[in-house]
Structure formats: structure tokens, C-alpha cells
């Protein structure tokens, strides 16, 4: 069984910063792949940034050069920094892990943790 618990997700004023976490705990072989997406009040959820276990990044044209994904295999854990966020950041952010378990990698996706930004 894996279980994933997300936390960091708070208020902020436009400018602000914030850092999201995402551990993973349980039994299983490896993390191939991280990735955090978000879903806004009335649209369709959309991916943030994703990282491999070599930590080659993706990050979404809306916030590159303001967003920042990393992980930690040691913790089995994947961040999201955000800075200068802008009130469109606000959203519902979750975290997606595929988790080798046996031989077959499965999607995991945390619980999701509310970001707002506004003054």
C-alpha cells in the first residue's frame, strides 16, 4: 500500500512565495516519475511541472521562470517552490507519483492542498 501526503498549501499575497511537499510512504520499488499539476474553480486540471528520477524537468509556459520542481529520492519526496505568484496560481495543487510496485508502475495522486493568492 502507498500513501501519499501532500502539505504546504496556504494564503499569500500576490508576490508571495510558497513551498509544496509531497511524500511518499509504503511498499514500493522506485519513483520513476513526479509531477505536480493544479485545478482552478471551473477549468480543467493542468500540468505544473514533472521530473524524472534523473531530474530532467518540465515545467508549464504559465509558470516557468517562477516555479520550481525538485525532488529528494533519499525522502522519496517531491517539491514545488512558487514565487512571485499571481492570483490566476490560485488553484487546488496535487501531486502525481508513477510508483513501481512489483514489475507494473502505477499513478498515484495526493489528496491536494489549496492555494490561494490574493490580497
Known amino acids: 500500500q502507498v500513501q501519499l501526503v501532500e502539505s504546504g498549501g496556504g494564503l499569500v499575497q500576490p508576490g508571495g512565495s510558497l513551498r509544496l511537499s509531497c511524500a511518499a510512504s509504503?511498499?514500493?520499488?522506485?519513483?520513476?516519475?513526479m509531477g505536480w499539476y493544479r485545478q482552478a474553480p471551473g477549468k480543467q486540471r493542468e500540468l505544473v511541472a514533472t521530473?524524472?528520477?534523473?531530474?530532467?524537468?518540465n515545467t508549464a509556459d504559465s509558470v516557468k521562470g517562477r516555479f520550481t520542481i525538485s525532488r529528494d529520492n533519499a525522502k522519496n519526496t517531491v517539491y514545488l517552490q512558487m514565487n512571485s505568484l499571481k492570483p490566476e496560481d490560485t488553484a487546488v495543487y496535487y501531486c502525481n507519483l508513477g510508483i513501481v510496485v512489483g514489475v507494473s508502475e502505477y499513478a498515484y495522486w495526493g489528496q491536494g492542498t489549496q492555494v490561494t493568492v490574493s490580497s
Open positions: 521530473i524524472t528520477m534523473g531530474g530532467t524537468t
Open positions: 509504503g511498499s514500493f520499488f522506485s519513483i520513476p516519475a
